[in-house]
């Protein structure tokens, strides 16, 4: 795959390079670590809610096509392919997917893993019941582009969920100086905040693929619990669900 031929940004994927044996457990990837239960908690209830199915299942998405778009080392597919679904993967750095595979193969699971673009997929015309991109936006050259092949990958009823950074003060003050300066959780330049999605931003480039916004909401940062929780405070980090219409 050519990484010219999409919106990957080469610096950006040298970035996680250095640190992709750090997925599980490193302290490099630890905000992600502590905001995985969140996203997996956000994630199950609306994917329930939209394809019927009881949350209290032992494997409640069977049945269900999900591919996780910039996938890491596989920290959101491995519990998509425990609850059931039959699970996509796909990240542009080779060393991401050398260490998602390990994994899922040390852990007993089957998750197809491939180091692919989202256009890549959009142009095979491979659809899915649901669309995860998550921490993805914030690193593309073109917001709009990526959304248009991401879109373009759910299929009608099917839903996309997103989770990016606000352009704010706030964001940078906490989200750069604070986890990256302050604290070290991630390595000093692992964002910018120039490449920060407002809300209004993610919702329209998502309405122009198509999509419906079915509901937005903040994620915080409890220092006292040390755990993330759902808010209403969109100012640092947040996620973004959208729905393609059925036919």
């Given at each position: ?14 970035k996680f390079?250095?640190?992709?044996q ?9 905000p ?18 939209q ?6 299942a032992?494997?409640?998405?069977t ?17 998509m392919a ?10 542009p ?8 595979t ?10 197809d ?12 015309r491979?659809?899915?019941d ?5 921490e993805?936006v ?24 997103l989770a ?11 989200a750069?100086v604070?986890?990256?300066y302050?604290?070290?959780w ?14 209004r931003?993610?919702?329209?480039a998502?309405?122009?693929?198509g ?7 903040g994620?915080v940062?409890?220092?006292l619990t ?22």
């Amino acid at each position: 795959m050519q990484a010219g031929s999409s919106t990957i940004d080469p610096k950006e994927v040298a970035k996680f390079e250095q640190s992709a044996q750090d997925w599980w457990g490193g302290i490099k990837n630890s905000p992600l670590h502590k905001l995985n239960p969140v996203r997996l908690d956000y994630i199950v209830r609306h994917v329930c809610e939209q394809f019927d199915r009881d949350p209290r299942a032992p494997k409640p998405f069977t049945g269900l096509d999900i591919v996780d778009v910039g996938c890491g080392g596989g920290l959101l597919a491995e519990p998509m392919a425990r609850l059931g679904a039959k699970v996509t993967g796909i990240d542009p750095s080779p060393a991401n997917i050398e260490v998602s595979t390990g994994h899922a193969a040390e852990s007993g699971l089957v998750i197809d893993y491939r180091c692919a673009a989202a256009e890549d997929l959009a142009s095979e015309r491979a659809l899915f019941d649901v669309v995860l991109s998550m921490e993805v936006v914030e690193h593309v050259t073109d917001v709009e582009a990526y959304i248009a092949a991401a879109a373009a990958l759910v299929k009608p009823g099917g839903l996309m969920f997103l989770a990016t950074l606000n352009r704010t003060m706030k964001s940078f003050a906490l989200a750069i100086v604070g986890v990256e300066y302050v604290l070290g959780w991630l390595p000093r330049g692992t964002h910018e905040h120039h490449r920060f999605v407002k809300p209004r931003e993610l919702a329209d480039a998502l309405m122009a693929g198509g999509l419906t916004i079915k509901d937005e909401t903040g994620v915080v940062y409890n220092p006292l619990t040390d755990r993330m929780r759902l808010s209403r405070d969109m100012d640092v980090n947040y996620m973004m669900l959208a729905e393609r219409p059925a036919r």
